[in-house]
């Protein structure tokens, strides 16, 4: 199993310039995040889908956009980047048990994206 | 929405006891979860608490939480070099499946 997979690893945009992220996990999971990280702020959640056909903003959603094109792939699109995008892109999955119980995330590797 | 507040770093000495703390203001959660994060990689579990029990150890692992103070702790003994990477609390809170982390802990073990 190869868990929880980002492409790419690294992106260099310029500001107006667009880009999609791609997240999949073989883990037959119903529910898939997408975070950022930034210094000193943790891990914020920009939007979820709890399952195949269904998304949620998160905390910080403006300025992108999410597609969950089946239950292995959810992509996060940058429409036109700006410099504040700048961070650290994480997807994590995890499998709905219902409650209570408790629920794992796995995290992928990251894309580190600099906006400049 | 829920604040989860955890101190930005912390240096220890190989061998000694590390203590990580997290305090948060929201007391809904059922959950209550330890992350470590090593340099360059995402996250992984390393244990969680239920929100009815005080404390939990898991090897060289102890949780503690006091929900009076809304207080979560992760203490890490005999503390080796392997250990030092940023730690996350996080909860599980605004229904779902839904985590909100902490700001993270560097922990940096010196020799």
């Known amino acids: 199993n190869a868990g929880v997979t980002q492409t790419p690893k690294f992106q260099v945009l310029k500001t107006g310039q667009s880009m999609t992220l791609q997240c999949a996990q073989d883990m037959n999971h119903n529910s898939m995040y997408w975070y950022r990280q930034d210094p000193g702020m943790g891990l914020r959640l920009i939007y979820y889908?709890?399952?195949?056909?269904?998304?949620d903003k998160g905390e910080v959603p403006n300025g992108y956009n999410v597609s969950r094109l089946n239950k292995r792939e959810f992509s996060l699109r940058l429409e036109s980047a700006a410099p504040s995008q700048t961070s650290v892109y994480f997807c994590?999955?995890?499998?709905?048990?219902?409650?209570?119980?408790?629920?794992?995330?796995?995290f992928g590797p990251g894309t580190r994206l600099t906006v400049l | 929405g829920e604040d989860v507040e955890q101190s930005l770093f912390l240096s220890v000495r190989e061998g000694d006891s590390s203590v990580i703390n997290c305090t948060y203001t929201d007391s809904s959660s059922t959950y209550l979860y330890w992350y470590k994060q090593e340099p360059g990689a995402g996250l992984q579990l390393l244990t969680y608490i239920f929100s009815n029990m005080d404390m939990k150890q898991d090897q060289r692992l102890t949780v503690l939480l006091n929900k009076k103070d809304k207080h979560l702790s992760l203490r890490i003994a005999d503390t080796q070099t392997g250990d030092s990477a940023i730690y996350f609390c996080?909860?599980?809170?605004?229904?779902?499946?839904?985590?909100?982390f902490g700001t993270g802990t560097q922990l940096k073990v010196e020799l």
């Open positions: 994590a999955s995890s499998e709905d048990l219902g409650q209570p119980t408790y629920n794992e995330q796995f």
């Open positions: 996080a909860l599980d809170t605004g229904g779902g499946n839904k985590l909100t």
């Open positions: 889908s709890a399952s195949e056909g269904t998304t």
